[in-house]
Nanobody
Framework: QVQLVESGGGLVQAGGSLRLSCVVS????????MGWYRQTPGKQRELVAT???????NYEDSVKGRFTISRDNAKNTVYLQMNSLEPEDTAVYYC???????????????WGQGTQVTVSS
């Protein structure tokens, strides 16, 4: 019943900006952390940025200073503001939520369907 839906991807030229959004719906008891991952064909999915329920953030080195992750707990939404985009940022971006659906179930990872980000030179 827990669902994550990403939006905001698209085609942008190098140096441009995009803002990704991810809305979590369904039964949620507690969210421990949320994050964004990205994947290109034939490669492992890699962490881009994470944010805990307390607001602590972590970024992959290549996006530091360019990307900003934020969270609106009241709306169960996480955002990724991407500035100064580069062709190397091209990937499918996936939203992740580490949460308990109910108090008696263990914490697990939930994933969105992904949104394509393409950066042209």
């Amino acid at each position: 019943q827990v669902q994550l839906v990403e939006s905001g991807g698209g085609l942008v030229q190098a140096g441009g900006s995009l803002r990704l959004s991810c809305v979590v719906s369904g039964s949620i008891f507690r969210i421990s952390a949320m994050g964004w991952y990205r994947q290109t064909p034939g490669k492992q999915r890699e962490l881009v940025a994470t944010i805990t329920s307390g607001g602590s953030t972590n970024y992959e080195d290549s996006v530091k200073g360019r990307f900003t992750i934020s969270r609106d707990n009241a709306k169960n939404t996480v955002y990724l503001q991407m500035n100064s985009l580069e062709p190397e940022d091209t990937a499918v971006y996936y939203c992740n939520c580490n949460a308990k659906a109910t108090s008696w179930r263990p914490t697990k990872d939930y994933w969105g369907q992904g949104t394509q980000v393409t950066v042209s030179s």
